[in-house]
């Protein structure tokens, strides 16, 4: 399978970033990958309240202008998308969830995950975040088949529980999507140690594409997209500002990584 991690810098102009997503899906996609992965906020970068207005569904019933540029850019190049992390409607109309989109080259939803754990923090720079207040948390796991391969979805603050990474496995993941919009301050310190983790206890290949820069409200983000190998190996990162790398999978490696040291094997809860 070969993957592209794209690096972005959304603003809090919709119809701007949305041009630029396309723009870098269609340059990825002229590269013959297979999928193509978009950070969290990949349409919106902005006041939290304003997500509210901005929230579609994702039923595919009735798509809104993030979800149809997505299944649009899917079916026309004839790849897999991961939208990763926008507003979706639910029940409480001020509080949208945090919602990453996986479309199939048909053009059809193919699986939706509401981010479950919410980035609520004071950092020691005094930046104070309080994504509960204007999203709803998810409550479910969720992998999805992709080239006959299964796929464990998350968003951001996520990689920081590892328990969520091990119902993805248990679920037969062998690829795992941390989208982000990772912050400068913890992400200098945690960003690599948290994912570099995550693909060595799950054996797992991960896929993190991240917002990088300076945006709306004072906000800075991290940046450094990756993608890492079951080993741990960083083996695909984006260098500063927009732009996307590719990597190549393979899930014979990840077969012999996982046979040399069997620690899935040998859990105990």
């Not at 193509?36 to 309240?49: D, H």
């Not at 993941?173 to 990772?182: E, G």
Request: glycine share 8%; charged share 20%; with cysteine.
């Amino acid at each position: 399978m070969r993957v592209a991690v794209v690096q972005l810098s959304s603003q809090n102009d919709v119809a701007q970033n949305l041009a630029a997503v396309e723009r870098w899906i269609a340059q990825a996609a002229a590269t013959g990958v297979d999928l193509v992965t978009l950070p969290e906020n990949f349409a919106f970068m902005g006041e939290e309240a304003k997500k509210r207005e901005l929230a579609e569904r994702l039923d595919g019933a009735f798509p809104g202008p993030i979800l149809r540029m997505l299944v649009d850019c899917a079916a026309k190049h004839g790849i897999w998308i991961l939208g990763g992390g926008m507003p979706e409607k639910s029940d409480d109309v001020a509080r949208p969830y945090n919602t990453s989109v996986l479309i199939d080259p048909a053009g059809t939803v193919a699986a939706t995950y509401r981010k479950v754990h919410l980035f609520d923090v004071t950092l020691p720079d005094g930046s104070s975040y309080r994504e509960s207040a204007a999203a709803c948390a998810g409550s479910e796991a969720v992998t999805a088949e992709l080239l006959g391969v299964r796929v464990g979805l998350s968003i951001c603050y996520d990689v920081r529980f590892p328990e969520l990474y091990r119902r993805l496995v248990d679920q037969g993941a062998r690829v795992i999507t941390v989208p982000a919009a990772f912050t400068l301050a913890t992400g200098k310190d945690h960003w690599h140690a948290l994912l570099r983790a995550r693909a060595i206890e799950n054996q797992a290949y991960v896929l993190a594409p991240a917002q990088h820069g300076k945006h709306s409200r004072g906000r800075q983000t991290y940046g450094k997209s990756v993608v890492i190998d079951p080993w741990g190996e960083v083996i695909a990162q984006c260098s500063e500002g927009e732009g996307f790398v590719t990597a190549r999978l393979d899930f014979q490696y990840q077969d012999r990584v996982r046979t040399a040291v069997p620690s899935l094997l040998h859990r105990k809860w």
